[in-house]
């Protein structure tokens, strides 16, 4: 279709070169008509009003708890809403995998209530059933925080999760949720699976940088998704036309390539039909689909009250929606079809109240004023942990191996940079599900830095080049590894980890142990620290204790060939999020690695003695743990150097480091980075805690200063800890406590 300028530009007096612009994607606006409804089997349009009156009444109920004070924390009502969500999911099976954000009580629980429902059942001639009633019980057990529900009481109204329905986790970030969704998709293409992937999302979302990156993603990779926009004109208080110029959200496919449709979600069966059609473009030309639910919500953004209540809009607007509310206008268009009689729809009514007011009664106890939850549910304090991280016990099977353990006959040279390619090309050998991603990774022989060379040539469809989008590929890579799939991120440079520091923090950190724990999260973070190279402030962090402020994260960073290959393949198995640091000073260090067989792992938890002695233990890691060695030879103060290789509080080998101790009674922490972003002050002060008794003198910390890299050459030296600065604090520890020694034995 075309779309002719709609007036010349200003001055403008000769139109001559103006042409229209040609544009391909199409974007409809969709009715249903009682045709559409007359096509649906009765059962199922009994079953769909069923679950509206089910989800009204479940939601109405959770909001008298949450003014009795039985409900801990925000209550956001779907109320008005839930027309679309029940006819959408109508159209999705449960192998179809989706998302919401923190209102979706309505979108949930359609979803699982379709899961839950058996061959045959027909509301209009059966009672609630049982498998209904359980989804009700859990799905309250969640919101109210009780070890019943689906998320052990974790997640709560904003986080809920039921992967067996193929809801895959709600998600209390606006805009979070929607790169998972594309990730869900193009896993399910890499398996050879049929099943799309839905992301709902409000008009609040659409405006965020996250939506279009996802979109677009979407339409590159050509995954069928659908994203649907559930605009209810606002963003808490914030009307549509206050956030965009442009209020027909679903244009904004138009840009990317993305069919759309808008339809009236308060319209059961347009929601359908749009859910149908979507499948169908999908199915005949691969790619995403772009859904508008033109709906309301009836009440504020959390709790009981009205919007009108709060100022932003008025009680008209308000009842001139509510003339529309499905739970009155798709009964009636039921009975006006001679479908249903007002009999059966009050049966249906009755029996949905019954239902959600006898699962309260399986949660509560007590009457008035009494009135509280079991306090049998309640979870166990205990297991408040329980969840961040797995226990490894998927690597319990592979082989260790340390460096010392080679023998010179099956060994070879070989040179860093060149064993993170040959590495990464031997996992993507040994696990099918492994993919990479990122920017350039499909170009310049292996990416920017090489590390991917030689993989595009062998395994084209599992190397994804990305848009310069890192907060949207990082969220697509964990939903693929929700659904199944290894990725294998490429952030380029670590500063840009903080443009996807949503993805990597809010989500990918905490995605498992607010979900209850038990399942796995394995994405892989690759980044090159290019300290030293004259990259700049914006281009040199070392983004090691960033991640470590997350206990979900394993960080590690290897200073040996060998240990890299380790490393890295403890990384591509676990079923944690580790970020793998490569330091960009060590890619021309040779070392040792086996001759041919690199199928070892090197555990995380376990450092390295790189050099022995007696005077005083050094703990480092990476680049600077060859510098401290030569320091401790070049100077004859002999200092123990531990390589941590792990670095995260939670993963480091405090047996190695207490042995060292013991011997030398003083501790240094120390690493290159600029102070600010700097793990070692949490070290020393957990050294401090742990090894107080063992220590003849003060812990030193030797960083660099709070100045970030700059450009140029001598400054950037300035910024970072230097030989020097390691041995003025060995010649400190070593001297002090020899003078403290003397004086003691005078």
């Not at 070049?634 to 670095?647: C, F, H, K, P």
Request: with cysteine; proline share 4%.
């Amino acid at each position: 279709m075309s779309q002719p300028a709609s007036k010349p530009l200003p001055g403008a007096t000769d139109s001559r070169n103006l042409a229209p612009l040609e544009i391909e994607t199409p974007c409809w606006t969709l009715s249903a008509d009682d045709d559409d409804l007359r096509a649906v089997p009765v059962p199922e349009l009994a079953a769909m009003l069923e679950q509206l009156f089910l989800i009204r009444h479940f939601e109405e109920r959770l909001l008298e708890l949450s003014k009795e004070g039985l409900l801990h924390g925000p209550a956001h009502a779907s109320i008005g809403q839930e027309g679309a969500a029940v006819g959408l999911m109508s159209a999705l099976d449960s192998a179809d995998k989706i998302n919401g954000t923190h209102r979706m009580h309505h979108q949930f629980l359609a979803k699982t209530l379709n899961h839950a429902r058996v061959a045959g059942y027909n509301p209009l001639e059966q009672e609630v059933s049982q498998q209904s009633q359980e989804v009700l019980f859990s799905t309250y057990s969640e919101i109210l925080g009780l070890s019943s529900g689906y998320c052990g009481g974790r997640g709560g109204s904003m986080h809920l999760r039921e992967p067996g329905a193929g809801v895959l986790g709600s998600n209390a970030i606006v805009g979070g949720n929607i790169p998972h969704a594309v990730g869900y998709a193009l896993a399910d293409r890499m398996r050879g699976s049929d099943a799309i992937s839905v992301a709902f999302f409000g008009d609040g979302a659409m405006q965020m940088g996250t939506a279009y990156e996802a979109m677009n993603l979407a339409a590159l990779y050509k995954t069928s998704t659908v994203f649907v926009v559930e605009n209810n004109l606002y963003a808490v208080s914030t009307h549509l036309s206050e956030q965009t110029r442009e209020t027909r959200l679903s244009a904004r496919g138009l840009a990317l390539g993305v069919p759309s449709i808008t339809f009236d979600g308060m319209d059961v069966i347009a929601a359908r039909r749009a859910m149908e059609i979507a499948r169908s473009l999908m199915a005949e030309t691969p790619g995403p689909v772009l859904l508008e639910a033109r709906t309301y919500r009836h009440l504020h953004q959390s709790g009981p009250l009205r919007g009108s209540a709060f100022g932003y809009r008025d009680k008209d607007e308000e009842d001139a929606w509510l003339e529309r509310d499905p739970t009155r206008t798709f009964p009636a268009r039921l009975e006006r079809l001679g479908i249903l009689d007002a009999a059966d729809t009050d049966r249906l009514r009755t029996r949905a109240q019954g239902a959600v007011d006898a699962v309260l009664d399986r949660l509560i106890e007590g009457s008035g004023d009494s009135r509280r939850l079991l306090p049998s549910l309640w979870p166990d304090p205990a297991t408040v942990e329980f969840g961040i991280r797995g226990d490894l016990s998927e690597l319990k099977d592979r082989r260790q191996q340390e460096e010392s353990d080679l023998a010179e006959t099956d060994s070879r040279e070989a040179r860093f940079q060149d064993v993170i390619s040959e590495s990464m090309l031997l996992n993507m050998e040994r696990f099918d599900n492994l993919f990479i991603m990122g920017e350039d990774v499909h170009r310049l022989r292996g990416g920017t830095a090489g590390a991917t060379r030689g993989i595009g040539e062998r395994f084209p469809d599992r190397l994804l080049g990305t848009p310069i989008c890192e907060n949207g590929f990082t969220g697509v890579a964990l939903g693929a590894a929700l659904n199944g799939m290894r990725p294998v991120v490429e952030i380029m440079y670590p500063d840009f980890a903080l443009v996807a520091a949503d993805q990597l923090f809010n989500q990918i950190a905490k995605v498992r142990h607010m979900f209850g724990g038990g399942f796995p999260v394995p994405v892989v973070v690759r980044s090159r620290v290019t300290q030293g190279t004259g990259y700049g402030s914006q281009h040199s962090m070392d983004a090691a204790g960033l991640f470590t402020l997350y206990p979900g994260w394993r960080v590690v960073a290897a200073s040996t060939p060998h240990d890299y290959i380790g490393l890295l393949n403890a990384a591509v198995a676990c079923d944690d999020p580790v970020l793998v640091l490569e330091y960009h000073q060590l890619f021309s260090k040779k070392g040792r690695v086996p001759a041919s067989d690199w199928d070892y792992i090197v555990p995380f938890g376990k450092a390295r003695v790189a050099r022995q002695g007696r005077d005083a233990t050094i703990l480092t890691y990476g680049p600077m743990v060859d510098i401290c060695c030569e320091v401790a030879d070049s100077t004859g103060l002999d200092a123990e150097v531990i390589d941590l290789r792990t670095l995260d509080p939670l993963g480091l080998d405090w047996d190695t480091i207490e042995t060292s101790l013991r011997k030398t009674n003083a501790l240094l922490m120390v690493e290159q980075t600029t102070r600010g972003t700097s793990i070692g002050s949490r070290i020393v002060n957990d050294a401090q805690r742990r090894l107080f008794n063992l220590l003849d003198y003060e812990i030193l910390h030797v960083t660099g200063t709070e100045s970030s890299a700059v450009v140029s050459k001598v400054l950037e030296e300035a910024a970072f800890a230097r030989a020097s600065d390691v041995e003025a604090a060995l010649r400190q520890v070593i001297g002090d406590r020899n003078l403290n020694r003397t004086e003691v034995m005078k």
